[in-house]
C-alpha cells in the first residue's frame, strides 16, 4: 500500500510538471499582478515595479504585455511631479478600458497621444477596473496633489454614475463610493481595506492555478467572485433599454460633476457607448443613459467638457468595418485605442 501511494504521489507530481510548463511554454496562462491599496487614500492600483503576460480564453488568446510602473499603474512610462518634468501633463483617468490589459502596452492610448504630440505632452493612465464616477473623483483629486496635471481626461462607461451610488455590495469593489443620507445629506463612503492572504500569491505562481481562474473563468481564488461589471458584455448583449435614472442618481451625479468642476485644471469627460447596435448596422443608437446624464450636467459647468465616442466609432466602422474590441470581450483593442486617441487629441490639446 505504501509502495502504491508513492507511485500515486509521483504520478502526480510529474502530471503537475509538465502542466505547469504546458501552461508556461505552449499554452501561457494569464499573468495579472496583485492589486495593492494606498493605505491613507484607499485608492487601489497594483503591486509596482511587475511585469507580465495577460492572455485570454481557453486557448490563452491575446498574450499582451503588461508592466506596472513604480507608482502602481499599467504604462510604460514611470510618472515624475512637475518639479521632474518639462513636459505639459494630461492625466488618463478610468476603469478596465483604460487599464489596457487587451492590448499591448505599446498601443495605451497614453504611448499613442504622446508619440501624436512629437514627445511634447506627457500623458499619465490612471485606469483601475471596476472604477465608478465617485472613485475617478477620488483618483482625480490625489493626482493633482501628487503631480498637478494641466488637463484631466475622464473615460466614462455605462453605469458610472448609478454605480458611484453605495450599496452593501459596492464594498467589493474597493472604490469610493457616495451615500445618500435623509434630508438630501450626501456622505463619501471609503472603501474597505484591500488584504491580500499571503498564500495568494504563492498560489499564483503556479501556472496551471492561474489558468484554471482565469483563462477558464472559475471563481478560485475570486475576490467574492468580483468582476469588472463593464468587462463581460457580450457583442450580442450590448443594448440599450430606455431608462430614466431616479432623482438620488440625478443628484449624486450633480454633487460629483460639481466637485469636478472645482478642481482647477479643465477636465474631459470622454463617454463610450454601445457597439453591438452599430456592428449590427444600426445608425440611430442611444448612449448609455449615465452618459446621457453627465453630457446634459456638463453644459452648465465652465471647467467640464465632454465627448460622446459613439460618433467617432461609427465613422471608423462605416469606413473600415473594423471592431474596436476582440470578438469575446468589449474591451478597447489596440485598434479601438488608435480610434480613440484620434478621436479626443484635439480637444485635449485645445485644453492645455
Known amino acids: 500500500m505504501k509502495n502504491f501511494l508513492i507511485r500515486v504521489a509521483v504520478f502526480l507530481f510529474a502530471v503537475f510538471i509538465v502542466l505547469e510548463v504546458f501552461f508556461r511554454v505552449g499554452l501561457p496562462a494569464r499573468q495579472y499582478p496583485m492589486s495593492n491599496m494606498d493605505s491613507e487614500t484607499l485608492i487601489r492600483s497594483y503591486q509596482s515595479s511587475t511585469q507580465g503576460l495577460f492572455s485570454y480564453g481557453a486557448l490563452c488568446k491575446g498574450r499582451f504585455a503588461w508592466r506596472i510602473n513604480p507608482q502602481g499603474w499599467n504604462s510604460l512610462y514611470d510618472y515624475n511631479e512637475r518639479l521632474n518634468r518639462t513636459n505639459p501633463m494630461v492625466a488618463l483617468i478610468g476603469d478596465s478600458y483604460l487599464e489596457g490589459y487587451w492590448?499591448?502596452?505599446?498601443?495605451?492610448?497614453?504611448?499613442?497621444?504622446?508619440?501624436?504630440?512629437?514627445?511634447?505632452?506627457?500623458?499619465?493612465?490612471?485606469?483601475?477596473?471596476?472604477?465608478?464616477?465617485?472613485?475617478?473623483?477620488?483618483?482625480?483629486?490625489?493626482v493633482i496633489s501628487r503631480y498637478q496635471p494641466d488637463v484631466i481626461v475622464v473615460f466614462l462607461n455605462e453605469d458610472d454614475a448609478k454605480g458611484s451610488l453605495y450599496t452593501p455590495e459596492s464594498h467589493f469593489l474597493f472604490c469610493h463610493t457616495i451615500e445618500s443620507l435623509e434630508n438630501q445629506e450626501l456622505s463619501s463612503v471609503p472603501p474597505q481595506l484591500l488584504t491580500t492572504s499571503r498564500l495568494v500569491p504563492i498560489l499564483l505562481r503556479s501556472a496551471t492555478l492561474r489558468y484554471l481562474k482565469t483563462n477558464r473563468n472559475?471563481?478560485?481564488?475570486?475576490?467574492?467572485?468580483?468582476?469588472?461589471?463593464?468587462?463581460?458584455?457580450?457583442?450580442?448583449?450590448?443594448?440599450?433599454?430606455?431608462?430614466?435614472?431616479?432623482?438620488?442618481?440625478?443628484?449624486?451625479?450633480?454633487?460629483?460633476?460639481?466637485?469636478?468642476?472645482?478642481?482647477?485644471?479643465?477636465?474631459?469627460?470622454?463617454?463610450?457607448?454601445?457597439?453591438?447596435?452599430?456592428?449590427?448596422?444600426?445608425?440611430?443608437?442611444?448612449?448609455?443613459?449615465?452618459?446621457?446624464?453627465?453630457?446634459?450636467?456638463?453644459?452648465?459647468?465652465?471647467?467640464?467638457?465632454?465627448?460622446?465616442?459613439?460618433?467617432?466609432?461609427?465613422?471608423?466602422?462605416?469606413?473600415?468595418?473594423?471592431?474596436?474590441?476582440?470578438?469575446?470581450?468589449?474591451?478597447?483593442?489596440?485598434?479601438?485605442?488608435?480610434?480613440?486617441?484620434?478621436?479626443?487629441?484635439?480637444?485635449?490639446?485645445?485644453?492645455?
Open 218 to 352: 472559475l471563481a478560485f481564488l475570486a475576490r467574492g467572485a468580483v468582476v469588472d461589471p463593464n468587462a463581460n458584455l457580450s457583442s450580442g448583449a450590448d443594448v440599450i433599454e430606455e431608462e430614466t435614472l431616479d432623482s438620488t442618481t440625478v443628484f449624486v451625479t450633480e454633487y460629483l460633476l460639481d466637485q469636478f468642476n472645482s478642481l482647477g485644471v479643465p477636465v474631459i469627460f470622454v463617454a463610450d457607448g454601445p457597439r453591438a447596435p452599430l456592428y449590427e448596422g444600426e445608425t440611430e443608437i442611444t448612449g448609455y443613459p449615465d452618459c446621457i446624464l453627465i453630457q446634459q450636467l456638463c453644459d452648465s459647468r465652465e471647467n467640464l467638457q465632454f465627448i460622446d465616442l459613439m460618433p467617432f466609432f461609427q465613422k471608423d466602422w462605416d469606413e473600415s468595418h473594423t471592431m474596436f474590441s476582440s470578438e469575446e470581450n468589449p474591451h478597447w483593442d489596440g485598434y479601438g485605442n488608435l480610434v480613440v486617441a484620434e478621436a479626443i487629441y484635439l480637444d485635449v490639446i485645445n485644453a492645455l
Open 103 to 142: 492590448s499591448d502596452l505599446n498601443d495605451h492610448i497614453d504611448i499613442l497621444m504622446h508619440e501624436k504630440s512629437e514627445k511634447q505632452v506627457d500623458f499619465y493612465s490612471f485606469g483601475t477596473w471596476g472604477a465608478m464616477l465617485s472613485q475617478y473623483l477620488v483618483i482625480s483629486q490625489d
